[in-house]
């Protein structure tokens, strides 16, 4: 099974799925260590920013941390339990997940996406890895067209006041 987290709580997500594996999606800055619970050769560390584009002082992704998180998904099997986090657990980690499970599940990307945004509708996969993925994984445009829905944020998320 594979767990979605935000930075704060991989580590209690770890210990509740008794994870062996784990995908940290952070800045290069903001790495984190190994957790105890985790042999360091389960723990893919993927150092970029959450950009989409080139932007100085800044790391996109890259096809390189697609290729790594490919490698370390082929390594998976079905009773594999993986934590998979970024800082928030909305746009890196997503995309990660999703290009694991498109890995595994060849021509299901809009199904994969459909269940991702019933379990999780704030998400918002960052659209280059989906796009890396997609290309690495052949999946014709598919992960992208199922994975990136190009709602603005703040249409999603209206605050609601009750009283006065």
Request: aromatic share 6%; hydrophobic share 45%.
């Amino acid at each position: 099974m594979i767990t979605l987290s935000d930075a704060e709580w991989a580590t209690a997500a770890i210990a509740s799925m008794e994870a062996e594996f784990l995908v940290s999606l952070m800045s290069p800055t903001s790495m984190i260590a190994t957790p105890p619970a985790i042999a360091p050769k389960n723990h893919l560390k993927l150092a970029m920013d959450d950009i989409t584009g080139a932007i100085d002082g800044y790391t996109a992704p890259n096809s390189q941390h697609v290729e790594q998180l490919l490698e370390f998904g082929s390594r998976l099997d079905d009773g594999s339990e993986v934590v998979v986090h970024c800082v928030m657990g909305m746009s890196r980690s997503p995309a990660a997940v999703m290009i694991l499970l498109a890995q595994r599940n060849p021509g299901q990307e809009a199904a994969i996406a459909d269940a991702f945004f019933h379990e999780a509708p704030q998400i918002r996969p960052n659209r280059l890895l989906l796009e890396i993925g997609d290309k690495l994984l052949g999946c014709g445009g598919d992960l992208v067209s199922a994975g990136y829905i190009d709602i603005p944020f703040s249409s999603i998320q209206q605050p609601s006041y009750l009283g006065s």
